[in-house]
C-alpha cells in the first residue's frame, strides 16, 4: 500500500482508500456501486485505481449533460451492463427576475448548503439570465425542490426537468505557454492571474484560492500537471502542461484559463 501513496498527495491517502474499498466491495458482492458526485480530480483518481489493464470491474462517469465538471461514478461487475445503470441524477430548474436580483454560482451554492446538503450530492449548477439549474442525486430531490424555495433575495420554484434540458455552454479554454522559477503555488498563480508575487501570496492566505476544488493555504505548495486552479472574483485556470526545463533552468509549461 505504501508503494501506491507514494504516486499521489498525501491529503488523497484517504480518498484512495475509499476507492480500493469500493472496488473490493464490487468485485465481493457482485453489485455496482454508485458514488455520489466527484470533482474532477477525484474522477481521475478513480480512473488511474479502477480501470486498469486487469480490472474486474468496469467504469463510468455520469454528470447530466456531455460537459459535466461534477459526475457521479458507477463501478461495475464485468459482466453488468453498465450503461443500464441508473445513475441517479435529477435536473431542478428555477426562474428569478434577474432585471432586480442578481444571483451567482455562489448564491445558489451556499444557499443549498444552508439547508444542510452536502456538497458530496450536488451535481453542477448554472446560473445564467434569471434561469437556475442544478443537478442533483435524485434521492434527495423531493427534498431540495421543497425546501430550496429561496435563494439570497429572490423566491425560487424548483421543478423536475429532463436532463437533456441542461442550459450548457462548451467551456473555452485559453492556452498560453510561458515559463517559471518553480511550481510552487504563489508562482503559478502569479502567472496564470498576472499578479505581484505578494498579491498572489496574500490571495493564498486569506484563503482564496483553491486547487483541486479545494481551498489550500500553503504559498510552497507544489503544483502538478492537470492541477485546476481557481481564485475567487478572478476565475479558473489549470496547468495543463510541465515541458520541462528551459536553458535557463526554468519550469517550462503550459496554462490555461477559462473564458
Known amino acids: 500500500m505504501m508503494e501506491l501513496y507514494q504516486h499521489f498527495r498525501k491529503e488523497e491517502?484517504?480518498?484512495?482508500?475509499?476507492?480500493?474499498?469500493?472496488?473490493?466491495?464490487?468485485?465481493?458482492?457482485?453489485?455496482?456501486k454508485l458514488t455520489n458526485f466527484l470533482d474532477p480530480r477525484e474522477q481521475q483518481l478513480v480512473t488511474m485505481l479502477i480501470s486498469t489493464k486487469d480490472s474486474d470491474v468496469n467504469l463510468l462517469f455520469n454528470g447530466g449533460h456531455k460537459f459535466a465538471e461534477r459526475k457521479r461514478a458507477v463501478i461495475a461487475p464485468l459482466y453488468e451492463d453498465i450503461q443500464a445503470v441508473d445513475t441517479g441524477l435529477t435536473l431542478l430548474e428555477g426562474h428569478f427576475p434577474n432585471k432586480f436580483i442578481h444571483l451567482s454560482h455562489r448564491d445558489v451554492m451556499g444557499a443549498c448548503l444552508s439547508l444542510g446538503l452536502k456538497r458530496q450530492i450536488l451535481g453542477d449548477i448554472v446560473v445564467d439570465n434569471g434561469l437556475v439549474q442544478l443537478v442533483v442525486a435524485s434521492e434527495i430531490a423531493p427534498y431540495v425542490k421543497s425546501h430550496l424555495t429561496k435563494i439570497k433575495h429572490a423566491s425560487v420554484k424548483l421543478e423536475e426537468r429532463p436532463l437533456n434540458e441542461w442550459n450548457i455552454r462548451e467551456p473555452i479554454w485559453l492556452e498560453q505557454e510561458t515559463t517559471v522559477s518553480s511550481l510552487r503555488l504563489d508562482v503559478v498563480v502569479k502567472e496564470a492571474y498576472r499578479l505581484s508575487r505578494k498579491e498572489a501570496t496574500e490571495y493564498i492566505k486569506k484563503l482564496l484560492v483553491k486547487v483541486n476544488y479545494k481551498l489550500v493555504d500553503d504559498v510552497s505548495f507544489t503544483l502538478q500537471a492537470g492541477d485546476v486552479l481557481s481564485?475567487?472574483?478572478?476565475?479558473?485556470?489549470?496547468?495543463?502542461?510541465?515541458?520541462?526545463?528551459?536553458?535557463?533552468?526554468?519550469?517550462k509549461i503550459t496554462l490555461a484559463r477559462l473564458k
Open 13 to 32: 491517502e484517504a480518498f484512495i482508500d475509499q476507492i480500493l474499498s469500493w472496488k473490493e466491495q464490487v468485485e465481493r458482492t457482485y453489485q455496482p
Open 231 to 251: 481564485l475567487r472574483g478572478k476565475g479558473r485556470s489549470k496547468l495543463v502542461h510541465v515541458r520541462g526545463r528551459s536553458k535557463k533552468d526554468k519550469q
